[in-house]
């Protein structure tokens, strides 16, 4: 299956619950604008592969800060879940919840069929554009490492 590709193109803005250290609020894109930022989309919290990627990146979340880039976990998943699954494995990135899976589809990821979005990375410079983007060959894949986007970023 092709996916769509938003290569090149302004990404589309979006207005989200966020989950960030045990604080809640909201979140939007458009507030990273002068940063690169790596959005992760993951299928759903708890699920062990996931349990598995979004540690990875926060524990290299300074060195995404350190080239000026902002991390972004979002999944179809409720803040109050979020939180817990944060909690649970020390998280210190913010967790974005797109309950309707209404920026999934924004971004070409949505499996509504499956109620969830596929894993995908989308790279975003600070001009709001679109630089890279990775899509798993399934949610159950996971082989778009974080040291790989880091490579992308200036160092």
């Known amino acids: ?27 939007s894109l458009s507030s990273y604008r002068g940063k690169y930022v790596v959005l992760v989309f993951f299928p759903v919290a708890f699920s062990p592969l996931c349990s598995e990627q979004l540690p990875e990146y926060s524990m290299l979340q300074d060195d995404f800060l350190e080239r000026g880039a ?22 210190e990135l913010p967790l974005l919840s797109d309950m309707t ?19 995908a990375v989308f790279v975003i410079d600070p001009e709001g554009r679109v ?5 798993e060959a399934s949610p159950e894949h996971y082989d778009i490492k974080p040291e790989q986007l880091l490579d992308l970023l200036p160092a």
């Open 101 to 119: 899976l209404k920026v999934a589809q924004q971004y070409g990821v949505a499996l509504l069929d499956h109620g969830h979005s596929t894993r």
């Open 70 to 91: 902002a991390v972004l976990g979002i999944s179809r998943d409720n803040p109050f879940s979020l939180r817990a699954w944060s909690e649970r494995y020390g998280l």
């Open 1 to 27: 299956m092709t996916q769509p590709t938003l290569l090149g193109q302004l990404a589309p803005d979006f207005t989200l619950t966020a989950v960030t250290g045990g604080q809640t609020g909201l979140t």
């Open 131 to 135: 630089i890279h983007e990775a899509h």
